[in-house]
């Protein structure tokens, strides 16, 4: 293979993208549905160009651009995540009065910064697929324009996102400044070598952990995550509350993990993390437990997992951290979709007092949404549990016990606001009337995929687990 | 000649200006300045770092970067506008509709 | 052809699937139809892979057919795999077999039942759980199968659950289950502690290698056993499956007689290596078997209950069986695993055919001289009867007679002795309950009179099928007397069973062991005889003479009444003070408590969030230099 073909996925993306922007014009209002499906092949088209590499070497431009199993792993993830979200918008956007043809544009676009960002190896190109995600990610918070609080989402992740980069930015310029190259490699070798690190190279590997860490949403930094969450029309939320998360984490894990094994003392990076792992946990959880609005609920259970991610970086396991991904997508997006699921013309509903009497009104939608939120609280026999259960031994393995202590206990705190929703469907007398649209093929063919791949997450998971040896035992390691 | 380090206490003191400013500024579109001008101490930076080790990489990420802002600013004033319409105001106290 | 055996579980699997989801809107017709037909595609298949079997040389078995490597977690690793080999093959065909004229026989049986779908569904589950137990290559699918056809047991003996003692029974089976799956489990893990793996196969070789010792390898068989207590309902862990019978008679049929409580027998048979290393875990399986079959049979002198009796006499037929297993003859349990299902399935539907014609009429105090009206089932109810009294030429003398052989030649003479008490017991039991049903007067309520009708065709042809079995299926492991080379079933199963040490007889003392047997069989009908037929009021005075013994078999040995004097009262009792004391105040305090100042924390939290974009700012910016400042100094 050479290195045009390495680049086959990012243009097919990219083609997609330009292609459906070019229809837009001349498809009318009412059939846009249609670029959903052009979409779609290309996403499929795509995704089979990154299983056709797998396995194969992985090193192209001059190594620039790393095409191994665990780029591909995440890659593959990201094109299921982007074909599910797709799926669940079709009905949503001509529901909710945003049907235009840029979003599914935009969503690709999203998706071919992500792919970059999985597989370079060099600071500045990671850099620039974060901007090409993040620009996208703007416009598609605010595509719901006559609603103001999409509007407000999306100024406020324009407003925090730029100010996260231009940390980012400058820690960039700092580790240039120190070891002369943007390549990961350089600069981990520099960090490995150098026995008196400079001040600078310090403040510009904090900085850039900074920026990744508002990417991935957590504390201090995930301030916009509810606020922009709740906003943006829900599918787009669904969307955001996995893609960044997995391509931050990815870009984290290409970074820190030379360093755990370096010679100079990792032990302050590694308390940092510790640190902020913790605070992710407790107060993504605390928060959680007030919210009324499922979307905002969301938000904060998603900035909680991302604290229970951190833990998997901590206890360097990342093939726990790889399951916990897959698991998540498939549960997440389910939850998401179930919300979606109760909507109906121009009407979301969103408050926890909609969902009283769901259960016995909707059973199918009730009883899915419910082994969704039973995964997410981690219970067994679901993905959930599993995915918690391998992120946690492997942090016991290593040693971690009081932060696996904390992380426990915070879950125990997240059961309960989970298992609200389901006490309000299942046990509440509803208090007003709530019909919904049920014509929406696509969204039950992602609710009955996700329930799928959660309960085949956590009852035979042993596929995906050797799939996720396979990539993790490739990773380029610079 | 000057040396790099004065480069470098310049763009930090830019950058630290950008940023306080931006949650000082009660004005979206002063706020979006500050971002600029962060970037911009980061342009400095990367000039000043190429120069000295006489390596072209710190020029070229310059150009990037512009680019990056360019586009930034198209989305950005884009998404203020749509604010701006929608409440006709730019004041960013005023953004408070979701909250908790 | 043989390749294909790991579909027979998945085939009911599936169809009880489809009935969960579908079940209410499908019509009854095509239920049941979807039910049987899955069965019985298991059953061919079953068949096919037996005959497949039989073609292969033995060094080939037992075929093994990884699905999934289902989990893995660190060393532990639980393949979805099955097995098919010689004890399976008997364990599926007679599964599948059985099963499906249990369901064919249902289809009449529940006709009028509202909840037609869901027993069908439950059915179909179950006989998917338990293929799964007894193919499962490893003791962790085992243990799945185990609790699943523990679940579906619940689920059917609960069945009417409207019905108080229903729900109850149901409950009880359930919980008294679980006290022997503890024994089950703990007996997995010390498996894995000591040998590296739950596969029956890896388990075989470190047996066979040396590397268990013999005090562990009791350790384990004993814990396994409590789990085989449990599920095949020995002493002391019996008590549910009397009230089990308070599910619909198919139910008790098919699990209570012919398929669940065996599992028990299967497991001790399928770890036979691991018991005959042990010895003593050997010897007390023995012993337990002997004395539950003894005790069981004397509890079936005095009830009433048709089905009531009938369940103590399986209580009592797998004593037998595990008499088989402990003392060496596993064959010869798991032969009378197979011809007890014949007959007790055949005994059970039949007693559901007087049931049916009766309009629900249990008490067979109240029956009496139906001979004339029920002449399809009386005839194959007396062959069920003859066939578990061990009257020769029917399949139960020669399954009995193989164990009480084997136990006589193994110098178990106490087992033994108890063995043929127990023969008395069961051919005087078994013919009270046939004379008191269908011979003698009527004591009919004239109610049930009226609607007095034999069952329809496809009831009564599943019975004509079973008692065809019941008489045939003994001839495939005749005994030694009857030439060298005829037990069949033993040498199908010797792959499986290696017959090492098993002490043989002389032709003449095992002659003589047959027909003292026999004559104790026929004794015992005899005295049935002159109890109900000759002189009724025999009875009576015995239980004049006698008020305290026939108090204490009537009243089952007052065992439900100790258990619950002993153990769920002080339970009970513990639990509410443990509930007031501890749960109310420390537990609850704390919890409200800790509920509070979570609920205060996500308040002082969420107080941040406000909202405010320069706020949102100013926090990132203490992030930021909070954590230069960590990173730096």
């Known amino acids: 293979m050479n290195s045009l073909n390495a680049m086959f996925p990012l243009l097919t993306l990219i083609v997609g993208a330009l292609l459906v922007l070019i229809l837009e014009v001349s498809i009318k209002r009412e059939n846009k549905t249609y670029l959903a499906f052009i979409s779609i092949i290309f996403l499929m088209i795509c995704g089979f160009f990154c299983v056709q590499s797998w396995g194969k070497d992985f090193s192209y431009f001059n190594n620039h651009l790393y095409l191994d199993n665990f780029a591909l792993f995440f890659s593959i993830v990201l094109i299921i995540t982007t074909i599910l979200v797709t799926l669940i918008s079709m009905k949503y956007l001509s529901l909710q009065n945003t049907n235009v043809g840029e979003y599914y544009a935009l969503l690709l676009l999203a998706l071919s910064g992500m792919l970059i960002m999985v597989s370079s190896s060099d600071l500045i190109v990671i850099f620039l697929g974060l901007e090409v995600l993040s620009m996208s990610s703007y416009t598609l918070a605010g595509l719901k324009r006559d609603d103001q609080k999409s509007s407000e989402a999306a100024l406020k992740y324009f407003l925090l996102g730029s100010f996260a980069s231009a940390f980012l930015v400058y820690g960039l310029a700092l580790l240039y400044g120190v070891s002369n190259s943007t390549s990961i490699a350089v600069i981990i070798d520099h960090f490995k070598t150098e026995s008196s690190l400079s001040f600078m190279a310090f403040a510009g590997l904090g900085l850039v952990i900074v920026g990744f860490g508002f990417k991935i949403a957590v504390v201090p930094f995930h301030m916009w995550t509810p606020d922009v969450y709740q906003g943006a029309p829900t599918p787009i939320t669904a969307f955001f509350s996995i893609g960044p998360k997995a391509v931050g984490f990815a870009v984290l894990v290409r970074l820190l993990y030379p360093f755990w094994h370096v010679a100079y003392d990792s032990e302050v990076i590694f308390s940092l993390l510790w640190i902020i792992s913790a605070l992710t946990m407790i107060i993504g959880n605390l928060i959680a437990l007030r919210q009324t609005n499922i979307k905002r609920m969301l938000a904060y259970s998603s900035i909680a997992h991302a604290g229970y991610l951190m833990v998997a970086i901590l206890s360097q396991d990342t093939s726990s951290l790889m399951f916990y991904f897959v698991v998540y997508l498939f549960m997440n997006i389910g939850a998401f979709a179930a919300v979606i699921a109760l909507g109906k013309k121009d009407k979301e509903y969103l408050e926890l007092d909609d969902y009283a009497g769901i259960g016995f009104k909707y059973p199918w939608i009730g009883a899915t949404f419910a082994v969704f939120l039973f995964s997410l609280a981690g219970f067994p026999p679901t993905g959930g549990f599993l995915a918690k259960f391998y992120v946690f031994s492997a942090a016991v393995r290593e040693g971690l016990v009081s932060l696996v202590i904390i992380g426990v206990l915070a879950s125990l705190v997240s059961v309960y606001y989970y298992l609200r929703i389901i006490v309000y469907m299942y046990m509440r007398e509803p208090t007003h009337e709530v019909d919904i649209n049920l014509e929406n093929p696509a969204l039950f063919l992602v609710l009955f995929l996700c329930l799928y791949g959660v309960l085949q997450l956590g009852i035979f998971p042993g596929n995906i687990l050797l799939i996720i040896k396979q990539a993790v035992s490739s990773i380029a390691f610079l | ?100 | 052809m043989t390749d294909i055996f790991w579909i027979i579980p998945l085939i009911p699997g599936l169809s009880s699937l489809i009935l969960v989801i579908f079940g209410t809107k499908l019509p009854k017709k095509y239920i049941s139809i979807q039910a049987c037909a899955a069965v019985f595609a298991s059953f061919v298949v079953s068949v096919i892979s037996f005959i497949g079997l039989k073609q292969i040389p033995h060094e080939a078995y037992p075929l093994i057919k990884n699905l999934y490597p289902w989990i893995q977690s660190g060393d532990f690793k639980a393949a979805l795999s099955f097995q098919f080999d010689p004890l399976t093959a008997v364990m599926a065909l007679v599964v599948t077999g059985v099963g499906f004229i249990i369901h064919v026989y249902s289809i009449g049986y529940m006709a009028k039942d509202k909840s037609y779908a869901r027993f069908f569904q439950n059915m179909n589950l179950f006989t998917f759980s338990m293929l799964i137990l007894v193919m499962g290559s490893n003791l962790v699918l085992m243990f799945v199968g185990w609790e699943g056809v523990g679940l579906c047991s619940y689920l059917l003996i609960g069945f009417w659950f409207e019905k108080h003692s229903a729900a109850n029974a149901g409950k009880k089976a359930f919980i008294v289950n679980r006290i022997g799956d503890a024994g089950f489990i703990l007996g997995i893990l010390f498996i894995f502690i000591y040998v590296g793996s739950v596969e029956f196969r890896a388990i075989n070789e470190a047996i066979g290698g040396g590397h268990i010792t013999q005090s562990i390898a009791t350790l384990i068989a004993l814990l396994l056993f409590v789990g085989a207590v449990g599920k095949s309902a020995q002493i002391p862990l019996y008590v549910w499956l009397p009230d089990a019978m308070e599910g619909p008679t198919p139910v008790s049929a098919l699990i209570h007689a012919a398929t669940m409580v065996t599992a028990g027998v299967y497991m001790v048979a399928r770890m036979n290596l691991l018991y005959t290393l042990s010895g003593t875990a050997a010897n007390i399986v023995a012993l337990v078997g002997a004395i539950t079959a003894f005790y069981a049979a004397t509890m079936a002198l005095t009830q009433n209950d048709i089905k009531r009796v009938l369940a103590y006499s399986t209580i009592s037929q797998l004593g037998y069986m595990f008499i088989g297993c402990g003392v060496g003859a596993y064959a010869a349990g798991i032969f009378h695993l197979y011809t007890h299902a014949f007959f007790k399935s055949l005994l059970f539907l039949s007693a559901g055919s007087v049931m049916h014609a009766l309009s629900g009429e249990l008490n067979m105090q109240k029956m009496g001289g139906l001979k004339k009206y029920l002449p399809r089932t009386f005839p194959v109810f007396l062959i069920g009867a003859i066939a578990i009294s061990g009257v020769p030429f029917l399949s139960g003398f020669f399954s009995k007679d193989a164990i009480l052989t084997s136990a006589f030649a193994n110098g178990n003479y106490l087992v033994w002795a108890l063995g043929i008490a127990t023969v008395v017991l069961t051919a005087f039991y078994m013919f009270r309950l046939i004379f008191l049903t269908f011979f003698g007067q009527e004591r009919l309520d004239p109610e049930v009179k009226k609607h007095l009708h034999e069952s329809p065709p496809v009831m009564t042809i599943p019975l004509q099928i079973l008692a065809f079995f019941s008489i045939v299926a003994g001839y495939v492991g005749l005994p030694l007397v009857f030439g060298k080379k005829l037990n069949l079933f033993g040498h199908f199963l010797e792959p499986v069973i290696k017959v090492s040490h098993e002490a043989h007889l002389n032709l003449s003392t095992e002659c003589l062991l047959i027909l003292f047997s026999v004559a104790v069989a026929l004794f015992g009908i005899y005295l049935a005889y002159i109890f109900y037929i000759k002189k009724p009021q025999t009875p009576h005075n015995l239980v004049a003479k006698f008020p305290t013994l026939y108090k204490l078999l009537y009243n089952k040995y007052y065992v439900d009444e100790i258990y619950n004097a002993t153990i769920v009262q002080p339970m009970i009792k513990g639990s509410e003070f443990v509930y007031d004391n501890f749960d109310l105040k420390v537990i609850d305090g704390t919890l409200n408590g800790s509920a509070k100042t979570t609920g205060f924390f996500g308040k002082f939290f969420s107080y941040f969030q406000t909202g405010l974009i320069k706020d949102y700012a100013l926090i990132f910016l203490l992030g930021v230099i909070l954590l230069l400042g960590y990173l730096l100094f």
Do not use: H
């Open chain 2, 1 to 100: 000649m000057v040396p790099t380090s004065y480069f470098i206490i310049l763009s930090a003191i830019l950058f630290v200006l950008g940023a306080f400013a931006f949650f000082v500024k009660r004005d979206l579109i002063t706020q979006f300045l500050c971002i600029e001008v962060m970037l911009s101490a980061a342009n400095l930076a990367f000039i000043a770092f190429a120069k000295s080790a006489s390596s072209l990489d710190g020029q070229i990420i310059v150009i990037f970067i512009i680019t990056v802002a360019a586009a930034e600013a198209a989305v950005g004033l884009a998404i203020i506008l749509l604010v701006y319409r929608q409440k006709k105001t730019i004041k960013s106290e005023d953004m408070n509709l979701m909250k908790g």
